[in-house]
Every structure is written in C-alpha cells, then in structure tokens.
C-alpha cells in the first residue's frame, strides 16, 4: 500500500510539473482588431504585426480582426476575445466615441488594451502607439499652399467622419491655410471614407462644379488623392495644374511622388505595430525587453521600459531624394 501511495503521489507531482511547465510555455494570446483591411496601409500595419520577432518565434499566437469599418463589428470582435480569454489587445478603432465601450469592458476583464494608429477618447488604454495626425495634416495641407502661394480655391477630402485621423489631420489641415489668411478658399469639402474609388467619384463632381477653379487638392490619405488625380486625368484635365498631397506613403502614392503628381507624407505603419505588439507583451509580461528594431531606427521614441501612455512615431515627408529608397523598402 505504501509504495502504491509512493507512486500515485509522485505521478501527481510529475503531472503537475509537465501542466506548470507546458502552462509556462504557452504562447501569449494577442489579438489585433483593426479597423479594417481593404486598403494598402492597413495591410502594411497587418502585415508587419504578423512579423514581429515574438510572433514569429512562436512566443506570442497573434490573431487579426478585420472591422469591416464598422464600429458594431470591432465591439462583437472585443466581446469574442473577451470570452476567449485572450492575454491582451491591440486596438485601431474606427471610432474615437464608440471604441470606448470596447476598451471599458476589456478592461473590466482584465485584458490590457493597447491603442495603435487611430485613437478613442478613453483613459483605460494602457498606452498608444501612433503618429501625431494633427502634424500630418499640417505638413500635407502646408505643401499644397506653398505650391499655390496660399491663393485659390481648394478641396478637402476626408477620412470617416468621426475616427481620430479624420478629427486630427482635419485640425492640422485647418491650422495651416489659416496661416494663409483670406488668400484660400475651401470650396468643398467631405468624406471618401478613406477610398480611392469614393474620392474620384467626389473629385469629378467638383470638377464639373468647379472646373479649373481647384487649384488644390487636400486629401487626408493618399488613397484619396490617389483617386482624385484619377478624376483628373479622366476629365482630360492636367495632373500638373493641380497641387495634391495625401498622408501615409503607400506604394502607389511613392510612385506618384516620383512622377511629381502627388506630395505624401510617409506614416510608418510598420514601427506602429512593431511597438504596440511589444507594449502589449509588457503589459502581460514584465520582464520582456522589446524585441522589434524600431526602438533603435527612432532613437527619439524612448522605451522607458514600455511605460508611457503615448509613443508617436515620427513622420517621414516623402521628397525627391528619399522616395527611391522607400520604395526599395517595400520589394
């Protein structure tokens, strides 16, 4: 009897050392709900997410949601992660009001959410990971009247109305043609909800509205101005009549640049994610030192061992003399 008892005892001990064990060795669960994935610069930020260090090495299970632009969408996606237990979360909303609710109960589950891109009015995220929009919208609406001389009639087109982007790169978009005082007017202007096709379909209405008035394109991504030089070119009209500028940098736009249609301003949604991932793997793990290279490429965006709220990565204007190299980046 008393080995019998020696024996189940020691069995017990050696199972619950191999469950310990096992349990110790078990990926962290990360999810990534973004606000949706039918543009390039999502893609980019999904893609580089998917090849962080730790998720390659098998040390974090990572899973992409796709929001479909829809806020109800990214809330249903929080509640299934919420439920499935996962270790914690990156969050691109699409928008800044109704992605709080999502952060709130994550945060009432104990599952720290962190914020990466776009931006919602909570003080629940346990940091944000992005770039300065309002800055953005000051440099691309700044290029386009400098290249007017801050004289004539110009268009904004908007991202959704009601993400941080939109709100933000509206804000910079605003503070720069005030510096021009009543030499620019606004004639128009509204969302394309981030689309290229959405953007063209707006650009040839004020084309037929406006003619050759527009001197100015202010798109708030570059997949909008991408779609307004589209409608330029198919009114016959000529690109180079025109200053254009968009924000974010994606390949088509770096073409464009070189062409000299277009201006961009590169947002490095790859250091974005990079960061968030290794903000969200500190929030669970306290001993992980970062294992993403941004850290190093922007000295200025301290780690301080994964503690602030706010990480901005800065912005790259896209000239002449860098776009070569950019592009070789993305082959």
């Not at 000051?138 to 087109?157: F, M, N, R, T, W």
């Not at 970062?290 to 990565?313: A, L």
């Amino acid at each position: 009897m008393k080995l019998r008892n020696i024996l189940a005892t020691t069995a017990l001990v050696g199972a619950a050392f191999v469950a310990t064990t096992a349990s110790a060795q078990d990926p962290l669960k990360i999810g990534a709900a973004v606000y949706g994935l039918n543009a390039e610069f999502m893609q980019l930020w999904a893609n580089a997410a998917e090849n962080h260090p730790s998720v390659k090495d098998g040390s974090v299970d990572l899973t992409i949601f796709d929001g479909r632009y829809d806020a109800l969408v990214q809330q249903e996606q929080f509640e299934t992660m919420i439920t499935q237990g996962y270790d914690a979360i990156v969050f691109v909303p699409i928008d800044i009001e109704a992605g709080a609710t999502a952060v709130e109960e994550a945060h009432d589950a104990g599952i720290p959410v962190v914020g990466s891109n776009t931006q919602v009015n909570s003080d629940l995220l346990t940091s944000y990971v992005g770039s300065d929009d309002v800055e953005a919208g000051y440099l691309e609406a700044k290029a386009v009247l400098d290249d007017i001389s801050c004289s004539g009639d110009v268009v904004i087109i908007e991202g959704p109305i009601g993400q941080s982007a939109q709100i933000q790169r509206g804000e910079g978009n605003e503070k720069a043609i005030a510096e021009c005082g009543d030499g620019v007017s606004v004639v128009e202007q509204q969302t394309a909800n981030w689309s290229r096709a959405e953007a063209q379909s707006l650009m040839e209405n004020w084309l037929t509205a406006h003619g050759g008035d527009i001197k100015g394109v202010i798109a708030q991504n570059d997949e909008m101005a991408l779609g307004a030089i589209e409608a330029i070119k198919a009114a016959g009209m000529n690109v180079s009549d025109f200053s254009i500028a968009g924000v974010d940098g994606v390949t088509d736009a770096l073409e464009a640049v070189k062409r000299g249609d277009m201006h961009s301003i590169l947002q490095d949604g790859q250091a974005q994610a990079l960061g968030a991932i290794d903000v969200a793997i500190k929030a669970v793990n306290p001993d992980y030192e970062p294992t993403s290279g941004i850290w190093e490429k922007y000295p200025e965006m301290q780690w301080n061992n994964g503690e602030s709220k706010q990480y901005n990565v800065p912005w790259t204007p896209v000239t002449a003399d860098n776009v070569d190299a950019l592009l070789k980046e993305r082959q």
